[in-house]
């Protein structure tokens, strides 16, 4: 069945059950992963093209002003309500540039940690994966890392994501990244970042190179990137090869339906992130919200509440953390 006619058989089934959020959620990705704003007829098609209608010429920049994406965010909220979309789905990461690969070959990162969770072996691919990974000290700060993401130029159109941190035990509420292959390529990337940042005259972001995922550094510290000249690199253990063969023996993975994430537009998908950012800004504490909460916006699911609050003392001592980091090194 072609894009188009599965865009429209969910249009239909969610206009019968508005609190379907499994079928929104896919909708809204599909919407996203057609790159185009023009097609469909129902609600979630025409917000597509109402968003898109809306944006100024070099909005990628315009909106670095905290006030200018405020208002913005205030208009992508009137067009969902104007079509009568009242539920929202909690999607935690926002993508630009190439689809991921490491080493030439698409990684499925959530097989890839589903495979470690139950072994505790790292995907022999994932030695090979280098970030630079941003540490933003608010919701504000974020929206800007996003922005000055979308407007780096990298020779490789390196992956790039923000994110908010949902996962319990690993640091930090607000997230960057930049993918890499290798740590050389990481450093060229942090500089052009950096590069960047001065450029806009943004501020209030740490920037640094990891290895991997947070969750193998914390199973094995030696895994972590350093910059240490004397730390010997990790090796993996003899059995670890065959271990993920057999594990993955006959394991069929979907190919990618598209080759990069980058759209000249705010799509659906996006308002429903920042939408799901701001809820979960304002849950942990992070005042920079305000002018964003005050817009309100469609229902999140109680269980995403529910798990936020669980976190939030914990990530509002984290922010903390983050300004104070600020603090001393300005000292």
């Given at each position: 069945?072609?894009?188009?006619?599965?865009?429209?058989?969910?249009?239909?089934?969610?206009?019968?059950?508005?609190?379907?959020?499994?079928?929104?959620?896919?909708?809204?990705?599909?919407?996203d992963?057609?790159?185009?704003?023009?097609?469909?007829?129902?609600?979630?098609?025409?917000?597509?093209?109402?968003?898109?209608?809306?944006l100024?010429k070099?909005?990628?920049?315009?909106?670095?002003?905290?006030?200018?994406?405020?208002?913005?965010?205030?208009?992508?909220?009137?067009?969902?309500k104007?079509?009568?979309?009242?539920?929202?789905?909690?999607?935690?990461?926002?993508?630009?540039?190439?689809?991921?690969?490491?080493?030439?070959?698409?990684?499925?990162?959530?097989?890839?940690?589903?495979?470690?969770?139950?072994?505790?072996?790292i995907?022999a691919?994932?030695h090979?994966?280098?970030?630079?990974?941003?540490?933003?000290?608010?919701?504000?700060?974020?929206?800007?890392?996003?922005?000055?993401?979308?407007n780096?130029?990298?020779?490789g159109?390196?992956?790039?994501?923000?994110?908010?941190?949902?996962?319990?035990?690993i640091?930090?509420?607000?997230?960057?990244?930049?993918?890499?292959?290798?740590?050389?390529?990481?450093?060229?990337?942090?500089?052009?970042?950096?590069?960047?940042?001065?450029?806009?005259?943004?501020?209030?972001?740490?920037?640094?190179?990891?290895?991997?995922?947070?969750?193998?550094?914390?199973?094995?510290?030696?895994?972590?990137?350093?910059?240490?000249?004397?730390?010997?690199?990790?090796?993996?253990?003899?059995?670890?090869?065959?271990?993920?063969?057999?594990?993955?023996?006959?394991?069929?993975?979907p190919?990618?339906?598209?080759?990069?994430?980058?759209?000249?537009f705010?799509?659906?998908?996006?308002?429903?992130?920042?939408?799901?950012?701001?809820?979960?800004?304002?849950?942990?504490?992070?005042?920079?919200?305000?002018?964003?909460?005050?817009?309100?916006g469609?229902?999140?699911?109680?269980?995403?509440?529910?798990?936020?609050?669980?976190?939030?003392?914990?990530?509002?001592?984290?922010?903390?953390?983050?300004?104070?980091?600020?603090?001393?090194?300005?000292?």
């Amino acid at each position: 069945m072609k894009n188009s006619a599965v865009l429209e058989q969910l249009e239909n089934w969610i206009a019968v059950r508005p609190n379907d959020l499994q079928a929104i959620r896919r909708l809204v990705t599909l919407l996203d992963m057609s790159n185009s704003a023009q097609g469909v007829s129902g609600a979630f098609g025409r917000a597509q093209s109402k968003l898109a209608s809306t944006l100024p010429k070099d909005w990628q920049q315009a909106f670095l002003d905290p006030s200018e994406c405020a208002l913005a965010y205030k208009g992508w909220l009137n067009v969902l309500k104007s079509v009568g979309i009242k539920h929202a789905v909690p999607v935690a990461q926002v993508f630009s540039g190439q689809v991921l690969k490491v080493q030439g070959k698409v990684p499925y990162c959530d097989a890839r940690l589903k495979f470690f969770a139950e072994t505790k072996v790292i995907p022999a691919l994932c030695h090979g994966c280098y970030k630079v990974q941003i540490l933003p000290e608010s919701l504000e700060k974020m929206i800007q890392a996003y922005l000055v993401l979308l407007n780096l130029d990298l020779p490789g159109d390196n992956t790039r994501k923000c994110m908010i941190e949902l996962r319990d035990g690993i640091k930090y509420p607000y997230k960057g990244y930049i993918y890499c292959n290798s740590a050389d390529e990481a450093k060229a990337c942090l500089a052009a970042f950096e590069v960047k940042l001065a450029e806009f005259g943004v501020s209030g972001l740490h920037q640094k190179i990891s290895h991997g995922c947070s969750e193998y550094g914390l199973e094995y510290p030696a895994f972590k990137y350093s910059e240490d000249a004397e730390q010997t690199e990790f090796e993996a253990p003899k059995d670890w090869a065959a271990i993920e063969e057999q594990y993955l023996k006959g394991t069929k993975l979907p190919k990618p339906q598209i080759k990069a994430y980058t759209k000249p537009f705010i799509s659906l998908r996006d308002v429903f992130v920042f939408r799901t950012w701001a809820k979960y800004a304002q849950l942990i504490g992070d005042e920079t919200v305000t002018p964003y909460i005050a817009q309100g916006g469609p229902d999140l699911p109680a269980q995403f509440v529910k798990r936020v609050k669980a976190q939030s003392a914990t990530r509002n001592a984290e922010l903390t953390e983050l300004a104070a980091m600020s603090q001393g090194a300005a000292g």
